[in-house]
């Protein structure tokens, strides 16, 4: 089985290379060289261009940044064009459901494969193969490359026949991790005015009832004040919580919460803070109650 | 050391009971006959009225069912006329701020100690004993009452000197509450306008980013569609989410999620969904949706 | 006809003495003195005290501050107590619907009769005797102090027979007064984002669409960033939308704009700008776009 | 003066024959037939195409139905590629900000004159050339067309020398009407809990704070539930909010009430209101107090 793999960012890399180790035969490209070079001295055979890697490939695996470089590589790059009748596409970044929609239509005119994989963890999970990927296509698709799969993540979830329920699931999660953030911020806020440690309170809540990753991980930068190095910026955030509500609108969905969520991001940003780790929108309550 | 113990509902019954077998002498008053004799045939001295039950009491603790109870029994049932100059009043009800700050007042003016002293979890862990419980007061008399709270408790967490303190966390941390069933609520809209199963989705986020009590016993109950019998009523969760906004009012921290929340719960209300319990919030982002 | 009128703030002062001015015999009372003898020198009869004032009347007229000036001088000022049978009493102020519930049901256990009528309208127009009276209460008790009402406005709207559908509409209306200002910074914060003369579009939108005096006043503050003296302050308005939320969830009405409103509302007391006229609410916007 | 005008509908139609009226020679062009042959009929030289429609044109006037309509024909269709070095394309269509930057640089780049003109009125305001124009972009170019503004509209706002800048002015004025016709429903809702006619509300405020042209015309809707023909769909209302948070958040302005406003136009959909007059937005708040 021959793997091409696109997109060997902060998730991408350690993605690849466990393919590798995992004993299988890997073309890898990436926009910049040196990502490139360093999965070629991990033993993959580096490509110049997009289209060259995925020639002859009977999985591609795309993990690229956002919609726009999804569109530049697959649709703009010719990777789509170049892949042979049969091949499988497995696009495992966190894109729109629109994007989702028209790039099943687009492979499906070409006799591809199409499968939605985007995943839940960062890269220390990506490292470990440790991932929770959502997946969403053709169930016998998902059947041929679910050993490339288990080799990525510890569990694949099964959301449906048709790609981009993945990706409103994967959207619908991360908007549920900005509405946490969102939450302890404005908890954090009232407390203060009440002159109890921020430290202490986010130690409580995050020792009892929401002893969950995301409120750990979020509430100690909250805590402490750090936000930088930005984990995941808030800039992306405001990205997922728009794309969530643009596929709950395509569909008639409401999200009053995720409007609420949207204006304090944005506020974020005027107050240049979209280079900040996603826990700093608690600063946006802080900062509307006089706090900062 | 003689205890009064006033308010034996379902949380305040088993508490009662685990300090008269952890050997305490107590005298125990509620509203209603059942409990008052439920808990009498446990070993504790019934009192007819509340002030009854406080005459020579070295600590009262009350869990009243809500601001309204507290007064009625507290101020105008004369607990705190009856109570000796030097004793402890330990109030471990989800009160207002502004009543905390007010029995404050009035128990300092008559040399009575206050301790604010609310708690996480429910009636299994109100029975095993093993509450999280939120202390704010006087440090000195705090530690009077520690052995006591060891008992009713795994842990106290100390936030402050000042009373409404800890009310004021504890009103936070039940925002955070709604906040996590609003936000499932929406999530599971989103997906659900694309035929996820709302049962496969609460499954991935409580297996995975969202492993904590709170998003699993609700998410159960969202993912079920059992809202009956109520562990926690909507209508309460509204009565918090109030007080939580109230409290944050008081000292001008603005709470746009809480304020989102709040329409929600209303909303609940007029659909005549109060009597449900809390996790019932969810159908209201489906209603929205037009998926009810 | 014996009138007593109690309140004589910036509203009632001018309009009791319209009553004065069109032949009734009036017995003033307020609790500061200068008012008490500005009115006796127009020809009132000053009284030391409310209750002093109502007694032997036939009508009362009250517009006092608030809810806490009305319970204080009707409730515990013994007016209700003195007043006598048969007697009306017209409360014109601006209170809660569970205040004007509760002072119906007051009154009508002795047999007093009570009417709620709050206005419309500022200073200039309470001179000119050209306000909008908002009434409710018995039709026929309305009837005989129309004669009163007609001096002091030039319309009164009919609104019901139970007092508080007055109330209720007078808070809808000064919700929808919050709204068009909160509105309008928010439309001005995305034009001034797009360097348009904020200016220019205030004096665009209230000369076409919103040629309505409530957009013209508060536009030109707006326009012109002059928030001093204050016609009507921030902060009593912020008062006015959590009656008119509380008013709606009594009848579990859910109004999400005005929860929105509150939080812009609270945030501008979080920067000491309750003291400016309620058009510096536009400014919560500004702050927020990172604007001032 | 050779004019090209392009797009025929509800309010294209009585403007360009405004200009024919005015002795102005007019090429038209509609994407149907039938309006292209009404014009005709007024005197105008029908185009079968819009390329063949802005040939040899001094002046293009736009006014097509949105973002897509726009670039269809100016960019896809060749209206751009068509017109000749020195030609001034005035674009009165409500597009969004995006679409306005872009097709400034575009025909800065072909040394094509761009302005944007976007008004406020009606059809029967367009038939009497009485529309308010919000105008943007070079002042001496604009002083080239404003003959034929003065034929069309009763004043010519000047906003700024950025096309974008019109476009983003119109935009807010029409989330300022969203906003007024989400608070009447909220207000109405919130009278209605308390059975005063909403008829009578909207007459009290639409004749007193709220007597402008927005409140009148959607109050009445509101007030006798009329909600067909629609004067302006609901679902385009939707469209206008999009682009004014659109626009607003490109330039990092957040807006709370538009995001709000913006979920009650979501449900309208999917409750299938989207057809209905924008009016109808009113009956989410009445959906959600259970009043329908």
Chains 1, 2, 3, 4 share one sequence.
Do not use: C
Not at 105 to 110: E, G, P, S, V, Y
């Amino acid at each position: 089985m021959k793997i091409a793999f696109l997109g060997l960012g902060t998730m991408g890399l350690p993605m690849a290379a466990n393919l590798i180790k995992a004993g299988y035969q890997v073309q890898g490209w990436n926009r910049s060289a040196g990502p490139r070079e360093k999965l070629a001295s991990l033993g993959a055979t580096p490509a110049k261009t997009a289209a060259d890697a995925v020639m002859g490939a009977d999985v591609v695996i795309s993990i690229l940044a956002d919609d726009n470089a999804t569109r530049s590589v697959v649709l703009e790059g010719n990777v789509l064009a170049m892949l042979k009748p049969g091949a499988i596409h497995l696009n495992m970044a966190t894109i729109s459901v629109d994007l989702a929609v028209e790039l099943a239509q687009l492979h499906r005119a070409r006799n591809i494969g199409y499968l939605a994989a985007p995943v839940l963890g960062r890269v220390n999970v990506a490292e470990a193969g440790q991932l929770n990927i959502l997946a969403a296509g053709d169930s016998a698709l998902l059947a041929k490359v679910q050993p490339l799969l288990d080799v990525l993540g510890q569990k694949t979830w099964y959301l449906g026949a048709r790609p981009e329920q993945a990706n409103a699931a994967k959207l619908a999660a991360n908007f549920m991790i900005a509405s946490a953030i969102g939450s302890m911020g404005e908890a954090v806020a009232l407390v203060q005015g009440y002159e109890v440690s921020k430290a202490d309170f986010i130690d409580l809540i995050t020792s009892t009832l929401f002893a969950a990753p995301v409120y750990k991980g979020y509430g100690q930068a909250i805590a402490s004040d750090i936000f930088e190095p930005a984990g995941f910026k808030l800039a992306l955030g405001l990205k997922d919580v728009r794309l969530a509500q643009d596929a709950a609108e395509r569909v008639n969905v409401p999200m009053a919460i995720a409007g609420t969520l949207r204006a304090a991001h944005v506020e974020s940003l005027a107050h240049d803070e979209g280079h900040l780790d996603w826990a700093a929108l608690a600063r946006t309550a802080a900062r509307r109650a006089g706090q900062l």
